[in-house]
């Protein structure tokens, strides 16, 4: 048995996170060594340690929020029993493999320049699969920071494009690309979580991290013209009590109110990616340039697989409502899923003729 941590944003309440999060578990713990041996994996739950723990006077609605989300986790979740920083060196004597990714742990606006997140603490092999730096652009002093961690990566792997360039500007090292972890997954493998619909298909599925004049005025013009129910999900507890977004779904839910939509309008990076899975059509749409800040993720992505028209910045004169031409997409996305399983297994292999030689 090959013995694999990973590490995250884990134990959150944004539906994105928590899904990527069961997507590599259930890919790692899918892989089978070429010498066959399985892999095991568990989370370090790092955002309940008590040095990071989140605490906030919105504590009551992140608890309405947690209880939708902690079912999910401890059926399809396994956690290191650890509960502080200082204990994460003693995975040392029981790992033998490390891997930090994916979504935007190496965003300093999330890390917090928390050096557990690029596995300073690790001594075995370690690399990071899809890790995120959800921007364009990073300050060189947050560089510094993160510079020797890193660099002591066996391997580096992100998710975008733009991070692939950060780390060759910033690093002089090339960083493969790869696909976000719920790609690893299939159509069909995500349509076995969902529970099962119990209402009329056919609505417009709207969520948005954060609601924008431009967001307003399109699902109000998408609503006009196809006479349809809008159906919102909120992102997080300031939603819910400045926007009156009450529906707080669990995440199979929120999948499958996404799934059997007409429409999606989001301005989520995986609400993004589910649509295209899904065969959805849909809107993202952005409060500023689609290549700029945080809109990288979406633009990246979509630029290509070819859907780069599927993102807005403003609102067209005509919105498009014509079915979207998956075919040749879907082969694109089957590709990515290959060469990201391949370099996933690659490097769980390379833990283990590591292990071995000790």
């Known amino acids: 048995m090959l013995n694999v941590y990973g590490i995250t944003l884990d134990h959150t309440i944004n539906y994105g996170s928590c899904l990527q999060t069961y997507a590599l578990h259930k890919a790692i713990t899918g892989i089978e060594l ?128 733009t991070g692939a360039d950060l780390i060759m500007r910033f690093f002089g090292k090339t960083a493969s690309v790869v696909a976000d972890p719920v790609l690893l997954l299939t159509r069909d493998e995500w349509e076995s979580v969902l529970p099962g619909s119990k209402q009329k298909k056919g609505h417009i599925f709207v969520y948005i991290t954060h609601l924008n004049q431009t967001m307003k005025e399109f699902i109000v013009k998408l609503k006009k013209t196809t006479g349809l129910k809008v159906i919102y999900s909120a992102y997080g507890p300031k939603q819910v009590i400045s926007q009156g977004m009450l529906l707080v779904q669990t995440p199979q839910k929120w999948l499958q109110l996404l799934h059997d939509a007409e429409y999606v309008v989001t301005n989520s990076f995986h609400a993004t990616v589910f649509s295209v899975l899904f065969r959805r059509k849909f ?76």
């Not at 919105?58 to 956690?79: D, Y």
């Not at 502080?84 to 060196?89: F, I, K, M, R």
């Not at 730096?133 to 992100?158: H, Q, T, Y």
């Not at 403003?314 to 879907?330: G, M, R």
Request: charged share 30%; glycine share 4%.
């Open 34 to 161: 070429s010498s066959g041996e399985q892999c095991s994996y568990q989370l370090i739950p790092i955002r309940t340690f008590k040095e990071i723990a989140h605490r906030t006077y919105l504590q009551p609605i992140i608890a309405l929020f947690r209880r939708r989300f902690a079912s999910f986790e401890n059926k399809h979740l396994k956690f290191a029993d650890l509960h502080s920083l200082e204990e994460l060196p003693s995975l040392n004597e029981k790992a033998d493999a490390f891997v930090c990714g994916s979504d935007v742990i190496w965003n300093p606006d999330f890390s917090k320049n928390q050096l557990a997140y690029y596995l300073d603490f690790a001594r075995k092999y370690k690399f990071s699969y899809a890790a995120s730096f959800g921007k364009a652009e990073i300050d060189e002093e947050a560089i510094n920071v993160v510079r020797k961690p890193i660099s002591e990566l066996n391997e580096i792997s992100v998710r975008e494009k």
């Open 283 to 358: 809107f993202t749409v952005t409060k500023n340039d689609k290549d700029k800040g945080i809109n990288v993720r979406m633009n990246d992505f979509l630029t290509e697989i070819g859907l780069g028209d599927r993102i807005f910045s403003v609102i067209p004169k005509q919105l498009d409502l014509s079915e979207i031409a998956y075919d040749d997409i879907s082969r694109k996305i089957e590709t990515m899923r290959e060469q990201s399983l391949e370099f996933l297994r690659g490097n769980l292999e390379k833990a283990y003729f590591q292990k071995t030689d000790y």
